[in-house]
């Protein structure tokens, strides 16, 4: 069965990459995606996170979707299968403006899903993102990002934005997949860069986030998991451009991760050497290695006593950005806050692309694997779970979109516990989208 399963993940991604590297020879409207912090970037057409070009003036952008879904397993169970027919209806506000100074783009997108079977599950989701870059000087430019949502994980996020390099691009989440949980989470970050030279850069970057989880569908939480999690990171990095378009640097980060009820605490600490560089037409490479530490505090309710370990930290990033597709590669390895209850992250990677050919069809999709060690009061628990997702669509108009797609999840537990199994997931869609803009004066 796992063989089976795995044949049909890996012949979803060739048809995928197949659809990516087809032949175009019409230049799309939409492929350019939110540039970088570069003076240079900021300048040449920037884009919001879905491609729409920022303006001197307040823009405008509204998307509804209306989409029907097959899920194969929508209790996501390894012994008792059962599907339904889901009606899946979203839609994304968005309002973006560009000053002298001042970039600014907030988006809110609802998603509400209704189930022809198991009414009982229906559930409305939401979603708010937003990002600030202000130019203190020539030299200094502030970055302020928050992300927000509140939704039942049987309903499965739909999309995760997720950064390559200068890219930031829609990757299916397959961790907010736990069944009768509803999960908000909220995260905040603050970046200040300074160029000192036209070789020498130094940032400072302090992240925040929280996961909460209350139960769903009158189904209580197991008293193993942890119903609040906490993370705090702060980084430096120093980058210097040694030969034009190639740089060396170094960063260091310190992380904090706190579980409550029942509660366990530990710290992160590492250090990279990194080396990035860009070339060609639009391609970027970024990678970074060294060594790390964690410190895991006792924990007096499991008996846990104390414990400290080395390893390393690594990240790898591959982007390519033109004017008919864009694709992103990353990988990472180290800790950092999970949204499966109670977990942390170890390892995880992506592949992203979205690709227009022809006059009217498009294609897009992804590929994301997550390894993470849940943090049991009495054990510690280690999962792996993978997630692909295809989907094609025919532009009728401008603002008129059909799509049709396909997803696949997975998720592995390596121990057999009563609070966790494995399952997969296949989900079948057709849907319709609409977009209208419209733009305020200055």
Same mark, same amino acid.
């Given at each position: 069965?796992?063989?089976?399963?795995?044949?049909?993940?890996?012949?979803?991604?060739?048809?995928?990459?197949?659809?990516?590297?087809?032949?175009?020879?019409?230049?799309?409207?939409?492929?350019?995606?939110?540039?970088?912090?570069?003076?240079?970037?900021?300048?040449?057409?920037?884009?919001?996170?879905?491609?729409?070009?920022?303006?001197?003036?307040?823009?405008?952008?509204?998307?509804?979707?209306?989409?029907?879904?097959?899920?194969?397993?929508?209790?996501?169970?390894?012994?008792?299968? +059962? /599907?339904? #027919?889901? $009606?899946?209806? @979203?839609?994304?506000? &968005?309002?973006? *403006?560009?000053?002298?100074?001042?970039?600014?783009?907030?988006?809110?997108?609802?998603?509400?899903?209704?189930?022809?079977?198991?009414?009982?599950?229906?559930?409305?989701?939401?979603?708010?993102?937003?990002?600030?870059?202000?130019?203190?000087?020539?030299?200094?430019?502030?970055?302020?990002?928050?992300?927000?949502?509140?939704?039942?994980?049987?309903?499965?996020?739909?999309?995760?934005?997720?950064?390559?390099?200068?890219?930031?691009?829609?990757?299916?989440?397959?961790?907010?997949?736990?069944?009768?949980?509803?999960?908000?989470?909220?995260?905040?970050?603050?970046?200040?860069?300074?160029?000192?030279?036209?070789?020498?850069?130094?940032?400072?970057?302090?992240?925040?986030?929280?996961?909460?989880?209350?139960?769903?569908?009158?189904?209580? +939480? /197991?008293? #193993?998991? $942890?119903?609040? @999690?906490?993370?705090? &990171?702060?980084? *430096?990095?120093?980058?210097?451009?040694?030969?034009?378009?190639?740089?060396?640097?170094?960063?260091?980060?310190?992380?904090?991760?706190?579980?409550?009820?029942?509660?366990?605490?530990?710290?992160?600490?590492?250090?990279?050497?990194?080396?990035?560089?860009?070339?060609?037409?639009?391609?970027?490479?970024?990678?970074?290695?060294?060594?790390?530490?964690?410190?895991?505090?006792?924990?007096?309710?499991?008996?846990?006593?104390?414990?400290?370990?080395?390893?390393?930290?690594?990240?790898?990033?591959?982007?390519?950005?033109?004017?008919?597709?864009?694709?992103?590669?990353?990988?990472?390895?180290?800790?950092?806050?999970?949204?499966?209850?109670?977990?942390?992250?170890?390892?995880?990677?992506?592949?992203?692309?979205?690709?227009?050919?022809?006059?009217?069809?498009?294609?897009?999709?992804?590929?994301?694997?997550?390894?993470?060690?849940?943090?049991?009061?009495?054990?510690?628990?280690?999962?792996?779970?993978?997630?692909?997702?295809?989907?094609?669509?025919?532009?009728?108009?401008?603002?008129?979109?059909?799509?049709?797609?396909?997803?696949?999840?997975?998720?592995?537990?390596?121990?057999?516990?009563?609070?966790?199994?494995?399952?997969?997931?296949?989900?079948?869609?057709?849907?319709?989208?609409?977009?209208?803009?419209?733009?305020?004066?200055?």
């Amino acid at each position: 069965m796992k063989i089976e399963k795995q044949f049909r993940l890996l012949c979803m991604v060739l048809l995928c990459g197949t659809c990516l590297w087809a032949q175009d020879s019409t230049p799309s409207a939409d492929a350019q995606l939110a540039a970088g912090n570069q003076k240079s970037e900021r300048e040449a057409s920037p884009r919001t996170f879905f491609g729409q070009p920022f303006a001197g003036h307040w823009t405008f952008t509204s998307e509804f979707s209306y989409g029907q879904e097959y899920d194969d397993n929508v209790f996501s169970s390894s012994q008792i299968r +059962l /599907s339904d #027919l889901v $009606s899946r209806i @979203s839609a994304r506000f &968005t309002a973006a *403006v560009q000053k002298k100074h001042l970039r600014m783009q907030i988006h809110y997108y609802p998603d509400y899903v209704v189930y022809k079977k198991y009414s009982d599950r229906d559930a409305l989701s939401n979603r708010l993102a937003g990002q600030m870059d202000y130019s203190l000087s020539g030299r200094t430019d502030l970055t302020w990002t928050i992300d927000g949502a509140r939704a039942p994980g049987y309903t499965g996020s739909p999309v995760q934005l997720l950064t390559f390099g200068p890219l930031v691009l829609p990757v299916f989440d397959p961790s907010a997949l736990q069944s009768n949980t509803t999960i908000l989470n909220a995260d905040t970050g603050i970046n200040l860069t300074h160029r000192f030279s036209a070789r020498d850069t130094v940032s400072v970057n302090m992240q925040a986030a929280t996961v909460h989880f209350t139960p769903a569908n009158g189904v209580p +939480l /197991s008293t #193993l998991f $942890s119903q609040d @999690s906490f993370s705090g &990171t702060g980084t *430096v990095r120093w980058d210097n451009e040694f030969v034009p378009k190639h740089k060396l640097g170094l960063e260091i980060g310190n992380s904090y991760f706190g579980f409550l009820n029942p509660s366990t605490h530990s710290f992160y600490q590492y250090v990279k050497l990194r080396y990035s560089q860009t070339f060609g037409r639009g391609f970027q490479i970024s990678a970074g290695a060294g060594p790390s530490r964690q410190e895991a505090q006792a924990n007096p309710f499991s008996g846990q006593t104390k414990n400290q370990s080395t390893g390393y930290a690594a990240d790898f990033s591959f982007s390519k950005a033109s004017e008919r597709q864009n694709i992103g590669i990353t990988y990472t390895h180290g800790s950092q806050l999970g949204l499966t209850q109670g977990s942390l992250a170890s390892d995880g990677a992506a592949l992203s692309f979205m690709r227009r050919f022809g006059r009217k069809w498009h294609t897009d999709g992804s590929f994301g694997y997550s390894r993470s060690q849940s943090q049991f009061a009495l054990l510690l628990a280690n999962n792996s779970s993978y997630s692909a997702s295809g989907e094609i669509g025919y532009q009728a108009r401008p603002d008129l979109d059909f799509t049709a797609g396909y997803s696949y999840m997975n998720e592995m537990i390596e121990q057999s516990l009563p609070a966790l199994q494995d399952f997969d997931r296949n989900v079948y869609r057709l849907g319709v989208h609409y977009t209208f803009q419209w733009l305020t004066s200055r």
